[in-house]
């Protein structure tokens, strides 16, 4: 027994984290495309198993392993999905990270937790990344702090440079798909987000290191 095969996580890990991958490099095949080339491989493996006798450990292995496989590229094209978000009136976000400067602006990730539009509230855990106009307004927000905002949200976008950084592709990958730029007058500070998240707790202790 190789040692390898000695450790199970190892075993789940490898092609879980391999489906990541192909998923980050060929991230144009779709759900469809998966599932057939999933069930040809399993097909191809019945047949073979079938014809030239293979042992049910090894067929079982490859099987588990494939599970996996698919499972990580699942996850990594459900992380990377955009979704919706519809135009609200006002938006609830909180701040996951203390602002940080940049040349005319305060940037900070955040996430929009609900949308207020007419009578209707409506839930949401989309990532946003806000840029803020420099005040000190905006200077006192730290993780946790919720704010209030009326701008709509826009989906990322490049340039269009030749040769210029994807950060669309590299944003896309963190879960942020949108951006808002927020003048001082269209927000507003909502106190403290009660919620639990490891993100903020993080950010947190790195602060009062």
């Known amino acids: 027994m190789s040692y ?4 199970p996580f190892i075993r789940i890990l490898m092609p879980f984290v391999a489906g990541i991958i192909l998923e980050s490099w060929f991230g144009i095949l779709n759900g469809t495309i998966l599932v057939i080339i999933l069930l040809s491989v399993l097909s191809a493996i019945f047949f073979f198993s079938r014809r ?7 067929v079982g292995g490859l099987l588990f392993s494939f599970f996996f496989l698919i499972s990580g590229i699942w996850i990594a094209k459900e992380k990377n999905r955009v979704r919706s978000l519809a135009e609200a009136d006002h ?8 602002p940080v400067e940049k040349q005319k602006s305060l940037k900070a990730d955040a996430v929009v937790t609900l949308l207020h539009k007419g009578d209707s509230v409506i839930r949401s855990s989309e990532k946003l990344i806000i840029y803020f106009e420099k005040s000190a307004k905006a200077g006192d927000l730290a ?3 919720s704010i209030i905002f009326d701008q709509v949200p826009v989906l990322i976008e490049n340039r269009g440079n030749p040769f210029e950084f994807d950060y669309k592709k590299y944003a896309g990958k963190r879960g942020f798909h949108r951006q808002v730029f927020l003048k ?19 950010e947190r202790m790195r602060d009062h290191l």
């Open 91 to 98: 938006y609830l976000a909180t701040v996951l990270e203390r």
């Open 184 to 202: 001082n007058e269209r927000w507003t500070p909502a106190g403290e987000d009660p919620v639990f998240r490891i993100t903020v707790q993080a």
């Open 52 to 58: 030239y006798r293979y042992h049910t450990e090894f």
């Open 143 to 145: 993780p946790g702090s």
């Open 4 to 7: 390898i095969q000695r450790l």
